[in-house]
């Protein structure tokens, strides 16, 4: 075979996605209170949440139906290719066979809308008339534009608002599928205007503008809020993205040996290496590579402890590896890795050792995001190319001991909207972040102790 | 059947162009010297371009061969999809069925490579090291640097200097690709230095780039020139995308009836057409709408004469309508369709009425544009939106009698690097242009007047 793309049929998409939850190696620390230290219940989410998505939150059912409803938004751009990166590996003289998952052709551009249309299409069928969400640089904003778009909804988006300001593309594309950017810190909510009340000339954060998406949507009775990442029923959505893989590897006649993956909340790593963890726990030998930036170590540098999901400590505690709810990443350009927690099931897999983290430096990935644009035609945004390096890094020892490993990257975005980022790249203008342990420490300061959480 | 997507597999992609000049109505008027108004032979070709292209330009051979190595880079984003634009159509309320060619996958995001790959291929096979080409806002400049890429040669795009200094992103992505973009007028040149001489802070314009490129080319052995429109040979490469169309209409059991496009030099148009014009010439009734816009005329409103395809007048003299080789289309967002001409082989089609040029204005084309995008959920680039206004007056047409038409759009490229015009539509900007009889008589005086031009 001499194919390119591994491609499936629409009647090839998989109908239901995988729930690892009920075989999980080890029991998951479930979000508590940060008054009470109690487990949280459904009625905490109710307010923010439609019900079918917190009872997926919390389901023990391995396998949950994808409805006919979503289904059809997903044909819009799935199933994704697999493509074999012959022309990579020649580059590189490898004899390891890469491939790659390309979630980059959806319309907004990445992964995101594999949940973004399962989230829109679940409120909508409990009345809910408008989502609320915050976005940095606008990923996250234009993916779940483009999904209550498709399902008649209106959304509301707080934008950080140095993002709003500096970065107007991802709001226009947002515009474009009447999606509602919001300059954040903004006067539309209380939280909002008690810090203009402070720094009229706020730049905002991401904490600031969870807090104000949540807000919106507590305080009306027709919103609710929307995440991206991090829950469980969020990566659970994306798992579409590892089943199609298995079906596509299967057809390829290929076993992937090596699966390397980029991590911010965890969302776009999970979809992909979830259906082929039950596999490894079932005793087969597989490298999980979690890769993640080293200006923002959480999985390599952090702590596995209860901490605030937001800036703000709005959000229940969750049990994750942190660098703590207050650091601050500096302005790394993979602005989806830029996150002090992870999803705690991403968390409890590198715990118990399950996956690997590891952590690179800006210039090392966008050196490999030109190999790979350089070879294989495509540009990848930031936050892909760490995925990149880790498999380019695994291609080039199996050139050195001569074994001809299958290695598998998620491409999770293209990087048409991150050319400012490749601008500082040719210009030699990027910096590398490196902390001192003391650094770390100062910053695991704001991670709060918790004596009585549960196991 | 209710898919979304009519794919074929990379084995059923097309294995040859389709040649359309012998099954032409009317005989194709050459291409001529200014001086001696006698037809250009190879010869005049050869310093710039290699000989399998100008043997392409003037082939009456029906199929030509897709090399391996071309069929090989095709596969990095062929075959493409043909999406049924259900939500549309519901949208719109039509009986209509319609469908979209979907070009904007490749990785430039247009169809600008299928004539690329083929003709950096066929440099490299004889020998050539460096292309040349020009570029305005950017679109192929980067479809040719990619395939440059792809093959190993160099490439130097000369941009318009306005657009090189105001829109840095596909400058951007043509260095992602190691082309090397350089403003122009640029002192690289004679005929750049002898304007930067008269003129040193000049924004540029297509002619004056097309002339840099051209000379760089003539003056530099190992380097050739490379067209991304107008010319037989192009427009040849670009029937990939008509062949593949009526091998998907085929699975889905369709028989088209109305086909719209967009012309601007007339390649993507051509492409999708070609292979059907066969059909309508044999007899079957459809309908081929080529679009352009009000601002730019060249079809609805131009005279069929013999002029210059630049404002320099360094070309051959091509039989094409034309509104006058110094006419200066306004600052439209559609970039791609501000040329003077068209290609001859859609120009004759035009004066034998085998197509049916529109004109559109550009905040009509931009309510299109956000019509689909809202339904269908992709953003198409403003060249494409006028040919999806086309299908959907056509669509709503139907609507009124009832008809269960098929309509084909040709969907040539998405709209990422185009927000900037989307911006300026939302904010109510957009101008609509449209002149009157004696601005465009006072235009087509620049055609020069051949008495003793060939039939």
């Known amino acids: 075979m001499d194919e390119t793309k591994i491609l499936l049929s629409e009647k090839e998409i998989p109908q239901r996605w995988y729930n690892i939850q009920p075989d999980l190696p080890a029991p998951l620390a479930p979000p508590i209170n940060p008054k009470t230290h109690k487990p949280i219940g459904p009625e905490d989410l109710a307010p923010i949440f439609p019900m079918e998505l917190i009872k997926q939150e919390v389901s023990l059912e391995p396998w949950i139906e994808i409805p006919n409803e979503v289904m059809d938004m997903y044909r819009v751009w799935r199933p994704t290719p697999l493509r074999r990166a012959r022309r990579l590996e020649k580059a590189l003289g490898t004899p390891a066979r890469i491939y790659y998952k390309d979630e980059s052709v959806s319309p907004p551009g990445s992964h995101k809308p594999n949940t973004a249309v399962a989230q829109a299409y679940y409120n909508k069928v409990e009345g809910v008339k408008r989502l609320t969400t915050e976005t940095g640089a606008g990923q996250w904003g ?40 919001i300059a954040s810190p903004s006067d539309q909510t209380n939280s909002g205007r008690a810090i203009l009340a402070d720094y009229p ?114 959000t229940p505690l969750l049990k994750m ?28 897999l590198a715990a118990q050792k399950v996956i690997e983290p590891r952590a690179y430096h800006q210039n090392t990935v966008f050196d490999a995001a030109l190999t790979f644009a350089r070879s294989e035609g495509m540009l990848c945004a930031p936050e892909t190319s760490h995925a990149i390096r880790a498999a380019i890094d695994e291609a080039l020892k199996c050139k050195e001991t001569g074994e001809e490993k299958c290695i598998l990257i998620g491409y999770s975005g293209h990087g048409f909207f991150d050319l400012a980022a490749y601008e500082k790249y040719f210009g030699k203008e990027l910096v590398d972040y490196e902390y001192p342990q003391e650094k770390i420490d100062e910053a695991l300061q704001s991670v709060p102790v918790i004596e009585d959480a549960p196991e």
């Open 142 to 181: 234009s993916a779940l534009s483009f999904a209550t778009c498709l399902c008649g909804l209106e959304c509301t988006i707080y934008m950080v608002r140095i993002s709003y300001d500096q970065k107007p593309y991802r709001k226009l594309l947002m515009q474009s599928w009447n999606g509602k950017a």
């Open 201 to 314: 000339d706020s730049p905002g954060s991401l904490g600031m503008a969870i807090s104000e998406a949540v807000e919106d949507a507590a305080t009306h009775d027709d919103a609710k809020y929307s995440l991206g990442s991090v829950l469980n029923h969020v990566l659970l959505h994306q798992t579409i993205v590892g089943l199609e893989v298995q079906e596509q590897l299967k057809l390829a006649g290929e076993k992937v040996d090596i699966i390397c993956g980029c991590v911010g909340g965890g969302s776009n790593y999970a979809g992909l290496i979830f259906p082929f963890v039950k596999e490894k726990l079932a005793g087969r030998d597989l490298t999980l590579i979690a890769t993640e930036p080293t200006a923002c170590p959480t999985l390599t540098r952090g702590e596995f402890r209860y901490d605030f999901g937001d800036t703000a400590q709005l």
């Open 321 to 348: 590896f942190t660098l703590g709810h207050r650091f601050v990443p500096p302005p790394i350009h993979a602005g989806g890795l830029r996150y002090h927690g992870a999803a705690p099931l991403i968390c409890l």
